[in-house]
């Protein structure tokens, strides 16, 4: 009963009478299975490094190449940790990454705050498509391959639209408005600065040596989403959100201390072990492409519980502002042709709007990478 009380207040028709899940959330079977819980956390699990010391490690690399000193040991002992992890994985967590807890802690809380908000004044900022992504709050409303109702609620926005959201939501209260605004800028700003980092090191771990690291930057603004799994009374039945893969260049996940996020690996479904002061880090199609297929865009999904809410912040780095996306020609040779057609991200995009709007103006999740390989695989 008290799953169900507390989802009704946050997903749309469930019932407070009722301990069970609506027919519009109950998914098939065969897309929910094989039923792994959100705690079941095994013996194998996705790759910890530690990125404690990398800046300097960076900088003194860059300043005396080849030289292997215990700065340069650092630096490579990273980078081919993290390589090993995106071919064998496509996912990897990080800690001493930069970003301080204090921090973490403040947009977690912020996040906590608007979903506990009321129904009405959270579609003040109803989700709509603008330009190259989708903006405001909504639910995920169905999955294209289920047709089904996900058991979550979520806030897409990006660093362009925190002003006027926070005057949507707090028009009468300046105060409000200035600490949501400052909070989530922060918050930016500082992955902003972790996703140049990371952008670093993949280049490197790729073997590409570039004369301008900023052309690999991921380009601005960069999308976040604010997610919230409520407690589920039946769990096993639904989805916080589909399995799928991400289309951008990577994501950087922060999903606080309760589990819910799982990766495929070798067509076994491994439960993600959440660290408060950790980021978990996936490749996104677009990094697929331009490592020629090397680094694998990784199938994860998100499930539920019975007694614990989930929140998460999901920062989708976009790929580099390219007016094509093609694998870099120092990685192509004899032994290595070009898998993936050249094109844009708004052709991309295109694509995946046009397969997964659903008729009803919202949009919905499937496995992106079956555009990538049925579009755009050469």
């Known amino acids: 009963m008290a799953a169900a009380a507390a989802a009704s207040n946050v997903l749309q028709e469930v019932s407070v ?6 027919e519009c959330y109950v998914w098939p079977d065969e897309l929910v299975s094989p039923v792994v819980a959100h705690d079941a956390f095994g013996e194998e699990e996705i790759p910890v490094i530690d990125l404690g010391g990398i800046e300097e490690a960076l900088d003194h690399h860059h300043e005396r190449e080849g030289d292997r000193d215990q700065y340069s040991s650092q630096y490579l002992s990273v980078v081919s940790l993290l390589s090993a992890a995106c071919e064998n994985w496509g996912f ?3 800690v001493n990454h930069g970003v301080s807890v204090e921090l973490l802690q403040r947009v977690q809380a912020m996040s906590e705050r608007f979903c506990a908000l009321p129904l009405l004044e959270k579609r003040k900022l109803e989700v709509h498509l603008a330009g190259d992504r989708l903006l ?3 639910f995920i409303t169905k999955h294209a391959q289920a047709s089904k109702r996900l058991w979550s609620e979520g806030l897409y926005l990006d660093i362009s639209c925190v002003s006027s959201f926070a005057k949507t939501l707090s028009p009468h209260d300046p105060q409000k408005q200035h600490e949501f605004c400052e909070t989530l800028e922060e918050y930016f700003r500082a992955l902003q600065k972790l996703a140049r980092k990371i952008t670093h090191l993949l280049i490197n771990s790729l073997g590409l040596k570039p004369g301008n690291y900023d052309t690999y930057a991921p380009k601005d603004p960069a999308l976040l989403r604010m997610n919230h799994y409520p407690p589920c009374p039946e769990p096993s039945k639904t989805q916080g959100l589909g ?6 260049y990577f994501t950087i996940l922060h999903q606080g201390h309760v589990g819910g996020l799982q990766v495929l690996k070798d067509d076994v479904w491994v439960a993600v072990r959440p660290h408060p002061e950790a980021f978990a880090i996936n490749v996104g ?3 697929q492409v331009i490592s020629n297929g090397r680094y694998k865009s990784a199938k994860h999904r998100a499930v539920v519980n019975k007694k614990q809410d989930r929140y998460s912040l999901a920062y989708f780095a976009q790929p580099p502002n390219w007016d094509l996306i093609v694998t870099p020609q120092e990685l192509l040779d004899s032994k290595h042709p070009p898998l993936y057609k050249p094109f844009s991200w708004k052709e991309y995009l295109e694509t995946v709007f046009s397969r997964n709007n659903n008729g009803t103006g919202s949009y919905s999740y499937e496995n992106l990478r079956s555009v990538l390989t049925l579009v755009y695989h050469m």
């Open 17 to 22: 009478e009722e301990n069970c899940i609506p």
């Open 92 to 94: 990897f967590q990080v």
């Open 136 to 138: 405001g709050y909504g």
């Open 243 to 248: 399995a799928h893969v991400d289309p951008n």
């Open 285 to 287: 199609d677009m990094l």
